[in-house]
């Protein structure tokens, strides 16, 4: 069965440098994969999709990588803000249903001043 | 304007109580979603309707009843509640079946006494 892993459940950087995140796949080829924050007590919300066709995806200071050989997205916050703490999930459309998303674990990200 | 709405914001009940969650999305989607997320934090996708329409159901014991009036609301009442149904349970929506971005509310956290 497809799986996703989001290898760190916790991230923490300093002010200014630029955050990492990581979100590995098995048992898929997916057509697409979506990166979505989500704040405390807060539904996800969505920031980036980045298709199997595209290397990369940017917006703004947010750029989104897409290996499918690795089966491996990276996913770049430069000039990281304390604003920008929050968990960050990675999400596949389903084997089974392609209307429906799989979403990873998350990673909390937090940005000290 | 809030796109995708839910109500109650908390609920606290007794296990074997019978209680209803609200969804309401004033986007026009199609397609709509009830999400639950553990205390681990794993999203985990519980239904889909399209145009009022069950499509998917993953595996949710029949406890958990959908229910959609109209395209732009999908309720869930859910039976007999246990323990183990404390979580948070967002609703969400997209454009239509095959559009991949999704919209979450807001959540609803209840908690089973």
């Known amino acids: 069965s497809q799986k996703i892993e989001q290898n760190s459940e916790a991230l923490n950087i300093q002010e200014g440098k630029t955050a990492t995140l990581t979100c590995n796949y098995t048992?898929?080829?997916?057509?697409?994969l979506q990166w979505y924050r989500q704040d405390p007590g807060r539904g996800p919300v969505f920031l980036l999709l980045?298709?199997?066709?595209?290397k990369e995806k940017r917006k703004e200071r947010l750029k989104v990588t897409f290996d499918t050989t690795l089966k491996q997205s990276l996913f770049h916050i430069t000039a990281s803000q304390p604003a920008d703490s929050a968990t960050y999930l990675c999400?596949?459309?389903?084997?089974?249903?392609?209307?429906?998303?799989?979403f990873g674990k998350g990673t909390k990200l937090s940005v000290k001043p | 304007d809030t796109a995708v709405s839910q109500t109650p914001k908390y609920l606290v009940t007794q296990m074997g109580n019978d209680k209803s969650i609200k969804c309401e999305q004033n986007?026009?989607?199609?397609?709509m979603y009830w999400y639950k997320q553990d205390s681990k934090k794993f999203l985990k996708i519980m239904f889909s309707?399209?145009?009022?329409?069950?499509?998917i159901n993953e595996t949710v014991p029949n406890r958990f009843s959908p229910k959609s009036p109209d395209k732009a609301h999908l309720n869930l009442h859910i039976n007999s509640l246990e323990l183990g149904d404390s979580a948070v349970y967002f609703c969400?929506?997209?454009?239509?079946?095959?559009?991949?971005?999704?919209?979450f509310g807001p959540g609803t956290r209840l908690l089973v006494l």
């Open positions: 969400a929506s997209s454009q239509d079946w095959l559009q991949e971005t999704q919209y």
């Open positions: 048992n898929y080829s997916p057509a697409y």
């Open positions: 980045i298709r199997e066709n595209e």
């Open positions: 999400a596949l459309p389903s084997v089974g249903s392609q209307g429906n998303l799989i």
């Open positions: 986007l026009g989607h199609d397609t």
């Open positions: 309707y399209n145009n009022k329409e069950l499509i």
